[in-house]
């Protein structure tokens, strides 16, 4: 017998720092923000997912600590069992009003959202078609289910269309997953034609709205709202960690969805219910997001700053066209600057912090090809983004990372 069953663990952290995929933690000390402090040095802060800046917004921090005041730190069981509290009924209230959709449920987190909602629509008699460049949860989401998954070409409806006359019919039940901003990619799902296609086909149409809910859409409700899709039979998917600035995660929907999942979504059902602090906050983000729309058109403001900014400079060398996408259709505030591999992400990763910005690089496997991943804030300034440009394009036209 072998005495040394757990060698292989530190055999794979070898590869993995071989190929240069290893990650570690660095601890930001500041308050969330636009510009932060991290391991002691101040940087303008281009990696994070709180979009409209309101992570640390005293709005949210007031009314976290008055629910913790009266309710407590923890909810102490499953929301069948001792953890419902009336907030967690308004936040679902607030959010199928924010969505428009009869009603909504709120978990612990986005990503055991994804997973309970689709392991109970769909089993191992039924069938997932998953863009290609789908969040992790969602692709766990399929795998836990038993389902069997075809992933379909990224954004690419005629190859769902094909996959779907091909197979749709050996199957009971089939569900179509797909973000609707895509997470690592900043671009947009084409969700009129997804929509079509689940009508013709008869399935399920799952859309994962984190990165777009308070972001896309007239009233900041999502892709759905800025495709005109309200109101459309679809489940809508969302986390409460992003633009909301809080923690945890929602599907909104019909009211026999919501309820089915109520009795049948294993990680709702058998998980803590959402701290008192986490409803609250997430509560008062639903209502700025639709009280203060300036604070959207002010991300969207300082997304087209940042796009005429990155044109100015290209105009300037075409040295550096390889690096970008057309970003001058981008729809979100996410952008990514594509470089040849892991090794040369965290080099430009690691130059662009000795210069005062957080953009980290993401790799393998988390995505396909390395990159750097910009993400832009309501509460960004003009000079923020003046400098980016600045930095990245005296970088980016140094010989050796080309
Ligand atoms: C972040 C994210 C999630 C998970 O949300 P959490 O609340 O952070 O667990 C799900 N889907 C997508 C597309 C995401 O980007």
Redesign the pocket.
């Known amino acids: 017998m072998s005495i040394d069953a757990y060698s292989w663990i530190e055999r794979s952290l070898e590869t993995i720092h071989r190929a240069d995929w290893y990650r570690s933690v660095k601890a930001i000390e500041s308050r969330p923000g636009s510009t932060v402090i991290l391991e002691g040095q101040e940087l303008i802060n281009f990696a994070s ?1 709180d979009y409209l800046g309101l992570a640390g917004e005293q709005r949210l921090i007031d009314a976290a600590i008055a629910a913790t005041k009266k309710f407590g730190t923890g909810t102490t069981g499953s929301r069948l069992l001792t953890g419902h509290r009336h907030l967690h009924r308004e936040l679902e209230l607030a959010i199928a009003r924010l969505k428009q959709t009869e009603d909504a449920i709120v978990f612990s ?6 997973l309970g909602t689709i392991s109970a629509l769909v089993g191992r008699r039924d069938l997932i078609l998953s863009d290609r460049y ?5 692709k766990t989401g399929a795998k836990v289910s038993g389902a069997t998954i075809l992933e379909y070409q990224h954004n690419d409806s005629e190859d769902l269309r094909e996959i779907l006359q091909q197979n749709r019919h050996q199957y009971r039940k089939t569900l179509i997953i797909t ?1 609707s ?3 690592m990619d900043g671009d947009l799902c084409c969700l009129p034609e997804l929509l079509e296609i689940a009508t013709e086909f008869n399935c399920m149409l799952l859309v ?1 709205e ?2 777009a809910t308070g972001i896309l859409g007239k009233t900041g409700a999502g892709c759905v709202e800025y495709f005109g899709c309200t109101g459309q039979p679809l489940i809508q ?6 633009a909301l600035g809080s ?3 929602y599907v909104a929907g019909s009211a026999s969805l919501i309820d089915f999942l109520r009795n049948r979504s294993p990680s709702w059902i058998y998980t803590t219910g959402l701290t008192p602090a986490d409803t609250a906050a997430a509560l008062e983000a639903v209502k700025i997001i639709q009280q203060q729309p300036q604070r959207r058109a002010q991300l969207w403001h300082n997304i087209n700053t940042l796009k005429q900014l990155l044109q100015e400079h290209q105009g300037k060398t075409t040295s550096t066209d390889n690096f970008f996408e057309s970003w001058s259709s981008f729809h979100s505030p996410i952008f990514c600057v594509h470089l040849p591999n892991a090794t040369t992400a965290l080099n430009v990763g690691q130059q662009l912090k000795a210069k005062g910005i957080f953009a980290p690089a993401i790799r393998p496997p988390t995505v396909s090809t390395s990159r750097i991943r910009i993400t832009l804030m309501a509460t960004h300034n003009v000079h923020h983004l003046q400098k980016l440009v600045d930095v990245l394009f005296s970088i980016l036209t140094q010989e050796e990372v080309g």
């Open positions: 997912n987190s986005g990503y055991l959202a994804n789908n969040h992790s949860s969602l973000d901003i895509f997470s994962d984190a990165h998917m969302g986390t409460l960690s992003k923690l945890g995660g």
